[in-house]
């Protein structure tokens, strides 16, 4: 007997938060990127950035918290977002 797909079987609610994750940290690299080429024009975005960074790196410790992350998985995830939260407070390069 034929099986037919109805595209349920690949599109459910974990599917979505997985991507919907991964969206989110590429949408955050963007915005770091667009503070460091134009964060010394726009103190708007720098501070959106460094907000941004913030909330990351809270969720990163609470998800890994919550999803029991080893404590070597947490210290790695929470540094990686740390570290990004630490460099968005840098100043950007003045714009030539």
Sequence with gaps: MRR??????LLNSRALWFASGGLLL???G????LNRAYGAAAPGLRWATIATNAVMTAFAA???TVGAASGAQ???IVGLMAATAFVSWLPSA???
Aim: glycine letters at 10%; a positive charge; aromatic letters at 4%.
């Design 4 to 9: 037919r797909w109805n595209g349920s079987q």
């Design 26 to 28: 590429i949408l955050t």
């Design 30 to 33: 963007v915005l770091n990127l």
């Design 62 to 64: 609470i998800a890994g």
């Design 74 to 76: 947490l210290v790695v």
């Design 94 to 96: 003045p714009s030539a």
